[in-house]
T-cell receptor, first 115, second 110 residues
């Protein structure tokens, strides 16, 4: 049983470019959340997808957008990249309706460097 | 202001020693509290999960405690190993809302 998988593992972009990150949730999970983690900081919540819709959103600009597919996999898109977008992007999956809420399993992350 | 505060920010200990990490929160209403271990450049891995009715939970050499009255939790690591070097993150949930602490960076030296 594969856990949460993310691709790519590393990515280098330049300012102004656009990037797409991908996430496949753990088997049996239907909810995907995305986090941005700057070096030395805790993860910051970007948004959460369930039933192909954005259900919750953190304090991130509209440059950050996402999508969830019928197979529950998800994409995170960032437009007009800024140097400050350099971070580890984490995907976490969970199962809505679980007995204990919000038990998330994290992927290994995508390291994005913006030059 | 972050609703989950962790201390210390960083900690260096010698291999074989014990240590305790702290997590104070103001998140309300409380649903559950989790401790994660995150190796550098990797995703967090869950160590323990505690609900309101639980005040201690162990996972090998890791023991977490929870005092829901004072809104404090601690993670105690016994007989530390070099592989314990990582960041430890406290996450507190209030129903559908989760709050992350900034983490404690633990370094175990030989």
């Amino acid at each position: 049983d594969a856990g949460v998988t993310q691709s790519p593992t590393h990515l280098i972009k330049t300012r102004g470019q656009q990037v797409t990150l991908r996430c496949s949730p753990k088997s049996g999970h239907d909810t995907v959340s995305w986090y941005q983690q700057a070096l030395g900081q805790g993860p910051q919540f970007i948004f959460q997808y369930y039933e192909e819709e954005e259900r919750q959103r953190g304090n991130f600009p509209d440059r950050f957008s996402g999508h969830q597919f019928p197979n529950y996999s998800s994409e995170l898109n960032v437009n007009a990249l800024l140097l400050g977008d350099s971070a580890l992007y984490l995907c976490a999956s969970s199962r809505t309706g679980a007995v204990i809420r919000n038990i998330q399993y994290f992927g290994a992350g995508t390291r994005l460097s913006v030059l | 202001k972050n609703q989950v505060e962790q201390s210390p920010q960083s900690l260096i200990i010698l291999e074989g020693k014990n240590c305790t990490l702290q997590c104070n929160y103001t998140v309300s209403p409380f649903s559950n509290l989790r401790w994660y271990k995150q190796d550098t450049g990797r995703g967090p891995v869950s160590l323990t999960i505690m609900t309101f009715s639980e005040n201690t939970k162990s996972n090998g050499r890791y023991t977490a405690t929870l005092d829901a009255d004072t809104k404090q939790s601690s993670l105690h690591i016994t007989a530390s190993q070099l592989s314990d070097s990582a960041s430890y993150i406290c996450v507190v949930s209030a129903f559908d809302d989760m709050r992350f602490g900034a983490g404690t960076r633990l370094t175990v030296k030989p």
